[in-house]
Nanobody, 124 residues
């Protein structure tokens, strides 16, 4: 089992930055993919970005490319989502997810483990 705990959400003005963290415990996630999803009220949970922990390769949704960066810290067993140039439409609950293997999938059903979510609100 993998437990995931997100932190770092909050309220920020448009154009600002936030960094979300997701700490993994229970087992090392060296051979896992870690991903970030987000869900706004009334909308489905959608893929934001992900990282292959072993190789460090990343992938992003088109809506966040060039603004968001996913990275990981091996020593801390933690994955990060650095969010820059935030827009009001980025407002959502952000979830960390994990799945064994090396492919970064875009669908929630592909991920076995989920955090509780952290709220990000971007004011205009």
């Amino acid at each position: 089992q993998v437990q995931l705990v997100e932190s770092g959400g909050g309220l920020v003005q448009a154009g600002g930055s936030l960094r979300l963290s997701c700490a993994a415990s229970g087992r090392t996630v060296t051979n896992y993919v870690m991903a970030w999803f987000r869900q706004a009220p009334g909308k489905e949970r959608g893929f934001v970005g992900g990282i292959n922990w072993s190789s460090g390769s990343t992938d992003y949704a088109d809506s966040v490319k060039g603004r968001f960066t996913v990275s990981r810290d091996n020593a801390q067993n933690t994955v990060y989502l650095q969010m820059n140039s935030l827009k009001p439409e980025d407002t959502a609950t952000y979830y960390c997810a994990a799945r064994p293997g090396g492919v970064i999938y875009y669908y929630t059903r592909q991920y076995s483990y989920w955090g509780q979510g952290t709220q990000v609100t971007v004011s205009s």
